[in-house]
């Protein structure tokens, strides 16, 4: 069992220098584009220090479509970091009471519906999507469709035996006390490894940079990849799984560098640039696209970007 801990701009400044967890997970944001103020603090403290991390996103959905949209603002706050604990989908009672100012009655269905909005976009960008809710929201709101996804459950009690069984984080306190944070904190349990198996999955965006690779911080770079390439490419993996890369471009590689590179010639190599997409496994599964396609690795890319990743969230095709 692991320690840990979930944080917001409510914590206010954390010195990270003091906490003793195991992870941390952190509040990215809530609603259509607001992130939360202290999130690029809190998770670039954690990426700097080696601090496994998560984070959350609070929900004001009261439509599948909103989901999805929630989903994608979470998906671009994270691109830049490091992330090795699942990316949580966060609906409560303000999420229900602000539907219901919207003239909208939450019921068991219209709530999967959203939840399963969001977590399939989580899913399908190459993330461990997980879903936070107490015991009550869970047999109230949530049917079969979500609960098949991992659960963060939010359970007051020192009794492991009061969750449910199936939940791979526990919240069981919300007034917990640590060095390095002035007040209460949330305290959290994790009943799974999940940077080994997030790591053995390979979901994840950022790489982690080999012992011999120098500092490459492409995040602050200006230049933004296009929405599209999003599912397969992510600059700091790609310069850091390629040594050759690392020996063209130098220290002072630039994203647009790294991406104008994949597009000329490593879509065309066959070279994977981010953890949640695996061409080669992709070819493998979709044994239909090898007789169209054959050994035109680029096309492949192009089709799961294009078309094979909303098929795959739709049930159309297996996941690979």
């Known amino acids: 069992m692991f320690n840990g801990i979930d944080v917001s701009s409510y ?27 202290k999130f690029r603090r809190n998770i670039e403290a954690c990426n ?18 909103m989901a999805r949209k929630e989903a994608k603002a979470c ?58 809710t107490n015991l009550d929201f869970y047999n109230r709101y949530f049917d079969d469709r979500v609960k098949k996804y991992d659960l963060w459950a939010a359970r007051y009690t020192q009794k492991e035996k009061d ?9 069981y306190s919300s007034t917990g006390r640590m060095d390095g944070i002035k007040g209460n904190v949330d305290l959290d349990k994790s009943f799974k490894d999940y940077p080994a198996l997030i790591k053995i999955k390979g979901h994840t965006t950022a790489a982690e940079k080999p012992k011999d690779a120098p500092d490459l911080d ?18 700091g993996y790609y310069y ?26 490593g879509m065309r190599e066959g070279r994977n640039a981010c953890f949640g997409f695996d061409v080669k496994k992709y070819r493998e599964k979709m044994s239909d696209l090898n007789e169209i396609y054959g050994d035109d690795w680029q096309a492949y890319f192009l089709h799961y970007m294009l078309v094979g990743k909303q098929e795959i969230a739709e049930g159309k095709r297996s996941s690979f």
């Open 11 to 37: 914590q206010g400044d954390i010195d990270f220098e003091k906490l003793n967890v195991d992870f941390v997970i952190i509040r990215a944001g809530w609603g259509q584009k607001t992130l939360d103020k």
């Open 163 to 171: 969750i449910v069984k199936s939940a791979g984080l526990w919240q």
């Open 75 to 132: 998906l671009a706050a994270i691109s830049p970091y490091r992330i090795t604990y699942p990316v949580c989908f966060d609906f409560e009672y303000d999420s229900v009471s602000y539907a219901a100012k919207h003239g909208v009655n939450v019921t068991k269905q219209l709530a999967s519906d959203i939840a399963l909005a969001f977590l399939k976009e989580i899913e399908m960008a190459g993330y461990w999507p997980m879903n936070y």
């Open 218 to 235: 492409v995040s602050k770079d200006a230049y933004k990849i296009p929405d599209v390439y999003k599912s397969v490419f992510d600059a």
């Open 240 to 265: 850091n799984r390629y040594q050759d890369l690392r020996d063209a471009f130098g220290p002072k590689a630039t994203s647009q560098q790294l991406f104008e590179h994949f597009v000329t010639y």
């Open 48 to 65: 700097q220090r080696n601090i496994p991390c998560g984070v959350y996103w609070f929900s004001y959905a009261y439509t599948a479509e």
